[in-house]
């Protein structure tokens, strides 16, 4: 596999991460917030340290592939790379 299409799916696993939280968090507190008119304040609000903390996690996910790499077990298939990024951001998340 390219370097670029592991380096999508590994984006793909951190988007995953970042996106669950947020509808689990934002369904309900922007479900009421709709009614006001403040809905996209409010997931603005919830989304922001997922965000900032996606862009960490991508960097994380690229050092652990360039470790695989140089232990000389690169990344061969996709559920890796998406997994890899999944995992990296949740850790990321849990000490947030």
Known sequence: MSFIIILLLIA?????SV?????KEG???????LVRGQFLST??????PYLL???????????IMAGMANLGEPIKAWHQALLLGYF???TLQKFK
């Open 12 to 16: 793909g696993g951190v988007l995953i």
């Open 19 to 23: 996106v669950l939280p947020i509808v």
């Open 27 to 33: 369904y309900p507190k922007a479900k009421t917030e």
């Open 43 to 48: 997931i603005w609000g919830i989304a922001k």
């Open 53 to 63: 903390l996606g862009i960490g996690s991508v960097a994380t996910a690229l050092l």
């Open 88 to 90: 990296a951001d949740a």
